[in-house]
């Protein structure tokens, strides 16, 4: 069996200007995919003009069975970030088409975007929160207060009888604020407590027997950071966070072989309104918003706050069929934050 290597081939004008600051803009490219055994020197399907917007700076790293005449299909996307953004990626089917989903705190930030992204995936979703609907395509909204007993329940009750039924719960709703642990009183962290973990235990018993319904189902909890390594500035928004992981793993060891999986997230200081908006976690710390939010970028190895649409894509992937082999995980998406390797 022979294997193709794609590789981009550039003209010489192009190749020329690989460096000028417009990185190869107004150049025209020829993909290709050469066969690389030394018996057809041919390329395998049709080459394909890209034209400036399609520029590709690296090779491409697929391998393709050399006896399938298929054209390269590339899609070059997002240039947000100089330093990180720029990538070349070819569009994969995660496999959510018709998934029926629900997705707690998702009128805003994280848990907007995880939304938007499934329903671009062509899943069918529920949103939920207090507010009214993000207006991203979802199918169905249903307005609660999660930190209320009873409410999650009814969310997801609500949620399945919309779609007909549920496959995908993503628990993202919670609350956090700067505070010292000393001055944190009974009533407060028992709030916090009702909302970031226990909205997540009763969505969670609620799906269950919507899943078996559909043969299996997944489940994915939006943790943080401070879940894995505690934030002295927020002591009851870090243990509940880590009650969260301990959930998820619990979660994944129970319903393994019922076909369910369940797996958290933990995102780093992530560019939305919780950390953005006024009276939001920089202002208080106080001190210029502006110079707070670079302090906290700068103390991240990637030099930069997450954008939400960074750590939904994360949230996607776990939600698909892609990650079918993966439960009990505890993923870190915090642009390299806590340094540990688990």
């Known amino acids: 069996m022979y294997f193709a290597e794609p590789r981009v081939e550039l003209d010489g004008e192009a190749e020329r200007s690989r460096d000028d600051a417009g990185g190869l803009a107004g150049a025209a490219q020829v993909a290709r995919v050469d ?28 391998t393709l069975k050399a006896e399938l005449a298929v054209p390269v299909g590339l899609a070059v ?15 994969m089917d995660l496999g ?16 907007r975007e995880t939304a938007r992204l499934l329903v671009a995936e062509g899943a ?3 949103t939920c929160a207090r507010g009214e609907a993000p207006g991203v395509g979802e199918t169905f909204h249903v307005p609660a207060d999660l930190s209320q007993p009873g409410e999650p329940e009814r969310a997801v009750a609500e949620a399945a009888r919309a779609l007909g039924g ?29 909302l970031n973990l226990m909205s997540y235990v009763r969505a969670s018993r609620e799906a269950l027997p919507n899943f078996r319904a559909a043969g299996g189902g997944v489940i994915v909890n939006v943790s943080s950071t401070a879940g894995k390594r505690p934030s002295t500035g927020m002591p009851h ?29 933990t995102p780093g200081p992530t560019a939305t309104d919780a950390w953005l908006g006024e009276g939001g976690l920089a202002d208080q710390q ?18 930069r706050l997450a954008s939400p ?34």
């Open 35 to 62: 066969r690389d055994d030394g018996l057809a020197p041919e390329p395998v399907g049709e080459p394909v003009r890209l034209g400036a917007a399609g520029v590709v700076e690296r090779p491409v790293g697929v």
């Open 77 to 91: 996307t997002c240039e947000e970030d100089g330093r990180h953004g720029r990538y070349a990626s070819a569009r």
């Open 96 to 111: 959510l088409r018709d998934r029926l989903c629900l997705v707690t705190g998702s009128t805003g930030g994280i848990g």
């Open 124 to 126: 069918r979703v529920a």
């Open 166 to 194: 549920l496959q995908v719960l993503v628990n993202n709703v919670g609350v956090a604020r700067q505070a010292k642990f000393e001055e944190v009183p009974d009533e407060e962290w028992d709030a916090y407590w009702q």
């Open 237 to 265: 928004y870090s243990v509940t966070k880590a009650a969260v992981l301990s959930l998820s793993r619990l979660l994944a060891d129970l319903y393994a072989k019922e076909g369910i999986r369940c797996n958290a997230v």
């Open 286 to 303: 106080g001190g210029d918003r502006e110079e707070v939010l670079a302090k906290v970028g700068a103390g991240r190895p990637l030099g």
């Open 309 to 342: 649409e960074e750590i939904a894509a994360v949230v996607v992937f776990l939600c698909s069929d892609r990650s079918s082999y993966v439960t009990g995980a505890a993923w870190s998406a915090d642009g390299g934050t806590v340094p540990i390797i688990i």
